[in-house]
């Protein structure tokens, strides 16, 4: 089993920056790609950012300008650097990863708990 843990959200005015972090642990053989999902109330859950095992990215139009995603695969950690916040930023950010697991090689995928982020003055 592969376990995530997100940390870094909490409340920030606008155009102020927040850094989540997200760790992956268990039974890991590698893992390939890491991501950052958000889903505000009332809405959808929607792609903010992933990144593939050698650093190729995909960000959403919507923050392509303000966030940067990153990782450091010799943690298997994932961070999103968040600039420039604004109130529609605000939502439970979830961590998500896929790879392969050690004890039997198998494909895994997992979600962390979420943290929220709150945008507001």
């Known amino acids: 089993q592969v376990q995530l843990v997100e940390s870094g959200g909490g409340l920030v005015q606008p155009g102020g920056s927040l850094r989540l972090s997200c760790s992956a642990s268990?039974?890991?053989?590698?893992?390939?790609?890491m991501g950052w999902y958000r889903q505000a109330p009332g809405k959808q859950r929607e792609l903010v950012a992933i990144i593939g095992r050698q650093g190729t990215t995909n960000v959403a139009d919507s923050v392509k300008e303000r966030f940067t995603i990153s990782r450091d695969n010799s943690k298997n950690t994932v961070y999103l650097q968040m600039n420039s916040l604004k109130p529609e930023d605000t939502a439970v950010y979830y961590c998500?990863?896929?790879?392969?697991?050690?004890?039997?090689?198998?494909?895994?995928?997992?979600w962390g708990q979420g943290t929220q982020v709150t945008v507001s003055s």
């Open positions: 998500n990863a896929n790879g392969l697991r050690y004890y039997d090689s198998q494909p895994f995928t997992s």
């Open positions: 268990g039974s890991i053989l590698m893992v390939n790609n």
